[in-house]
């Protein structure tokens, strides 16, 4: 099993930059992508970016070339870092770890208990 535990978050005014972070445990060598999501209020939760075990990235169009995602020294660590931050990026954002399932079931996921981040405009 994966446990992740989130850090950073918090205010900070529009146009500014937030890091947040996540470290993973447990069965970290069965996870192959590593991600944050968001949920704003009244909204569902929604994709933000994931980087794989390759490091390949994804990011949401509404993010891209302002959020950059990234595996920290130690490969249990995802990191993202905003900047130009807009108040439309409030949300409570989820770390989420990504293991695959044998014989083709698919991707478990587990999720961070969320890291709230207010942008005041």
């Known amino acids: 099993q994966v446990q992740l535990e989130e850090s950073g978050g918090g205010l900070v005014q529009a146009g500014g930059s937030l890091r947040l972070s996540c470290a993973a445990s447990?069965?970290?060598?069965?996870?192959?992508?590593l991600g944050w999501y968001r949920q704003a209020p009244g909204k569902q939760r929604e994709l933000v970016a994931t980087i794989t075990s390759g490091l390949t990235t994804t990011y949401a169009d509404s993010v891209k070339g302002r959020f950059t995602i990234s595996r920290g020294d130690a490969k249990n660590t995802v990191n993202l870092q905003m900047g130009s931050l807009k108040s439309e990026d409030t949300a409570v954002y989820y770390c989420a770890a990504g293991v695959p399932q044998p014989y083709g079931l698919g991707t478990s996921w587990t999720w961070g208990q969320g890291t709230r981040v207010t942008v005041s405009s």
């Open positions: 447990g069965s970290i060598f069965s996870i192959n992508v």
